[in-house]
């Protein structure tokens, strides 16, 4: 049974760091896309950050605009994990984060081509609090 779980969240004040871990049980994903989403309350599920294999063995990243330069997703395939270190926060970064996988990421460059139909395995989330 594959399991996502996210771990991490919390309540913090404008411009501190949080770190959101998400530990995949089941089995290996090192090849597939794993993602970030979230969601905050009153709007959609929204892409956030993600990670791909690559053919050049290489993890390739994505971040949607308003996160670049302040976000960074990595991986540690020793524990199935993939982590989101989160620095600089913002209020309006107050959302619900999910962490997603997929066996085939999407097609094409762009970071919009991400979308929560598109993921096969979800985590449950884990509350993100950024107050001013």
Known sequence: QVQLVESGGGSVQAGASVRLSCVASGRTFSTYAMAWFRQAPGKEREFVAATTWRATNRYYA???E????????????AVNAVNLQMNSLKPEDTAVYYC????????????TRWSPNGMDYWG??????VSS
């Open 100 to 111: 997603a996988a997929a066996k085939s990421p999407p097609l094409g460059t762009s970071s």
């Open 66 to 77: 308003s996160v670049k330069g302040r976000f960074t997703i990595f991986r540690d395939n």
């Open 62 to 64: 994505d971040y949607t």
């Open 124 to 129: 449950k989330g884990t509350l993100v609090t």
